[in-house]
């Protein structure tokens, strides 16, 4: 049973609007919520955090935000840039685990020109 | 430049043949992880490293082995590969002895190996 799931496999964006991307959870004790985005033929690399104690946590273009009662979180992307198609993984850390991430299965982002 | 290193990116083999994916990284981290990614799964971690001989079993141990002699190595050994084990595999590394979790310590990721077992 996946504990961290995108449901979405794939997602097509105009350039220039919004990609929002989305993640749910089923497990309450997770304390950190990371977002890793992958280009082809390269591994996973780091994009943006959020601490389970906030709602929202901005870094340039990219925005996530947590609602804990829903267990659900979401990337947002704006303005939407070519370099952004990608893949992109959810994943989390168990409060009591310092040693290991829950990822989910990624979702395809695809900015179309 | 800081990185990770994998050998080799692609390995086709057949059932039996013992084989090591090599991982290797430059920036003196305490802790090294193996993962394979696999279609609808993502990322499923198979053994990790907290320091030099310290190794533990993550969700996926099953058919691996590793080893931590050094700080800067943590290869993985597969005894006798078999079709289940083909996959993406990546190692990572990440500054301190957590997961890569926090704000200042992602995991950094090398550009991974596609097994295949036949």
């Known amino acids: 049973d996946q504990q961290v799931k995108q449901n979405s496999p794939s997602l097509s964006v105009q350039e220039g609007r919004i990609s929002i991307l989305n993640c749910d959870y089923t497990?309450?004790?997770?304390?950190?919520f990371l977002w890793y985005k992958k280009y082809p033929a390269e591994g996973p690399t780091f994009l943006i955090s959020i601490s389970s104690i906030k709602d929202k946590n901005e870094d340039g273009r990219f925005t996530v935000f947590l609602n804990k009662s829903a267990k659900h979180l979401s990337l947002h992307i704006v303005p939407s840039q070519p370099g952004d198609s990608a893949v992109y993984f959810c994943?989390?850390?168990?409060?009591?685990?310092?040693?290991?991430?829950?990822w989910g299965a990624g979702t395809k982002l695809i900015i179309k020109p | 430049e800081a990185q990770v290193t994998q050998n080799p990116r692609y390995l086709i083999t057949v059932t039996g043949k013992k084989l090591t994916v090599t991982c290797s990284q430059n920036m003196n981290h305490e802790y090294m992880s193996w993962y394979r990614q696999d279609p609808g799964l993502g990322l499923r971690q198979i053994y990790y490293?907290?320091?030099?001989?310290?190794?533990d079993k993550g969700d996926v141990p099953e058919g691996y082995k590793v080893s931590r002699k050094e700080k800067r190595n943590f290869p993985l050994i597969l005894e006798s590969p078999s079709p289940n084990q083909t996959s993406l595999y990546f190692c990572?590394?990440?500054?301190?002895?957590?997961?890569?979790?926090?704000?200042?310590?992602?995991?950094?990721f090398g550009n991974g190996t596609r097994l295949t077992v036949t």
């Open positions: 490293s907290m320091n030099v001989e310290v190794t």
């Open positions: 994943a989390a850390r168990p409060m009591d685990s310092n040693y290991q991430l829950i």
């Open positions: 990572a590394s990440s500054p301190d002895r957590q997961s890569g979790s926090s704000y200042n310590s992602p995991l950094h």
């Open positions: 497990n309450s004790m997770f304390d950190y």
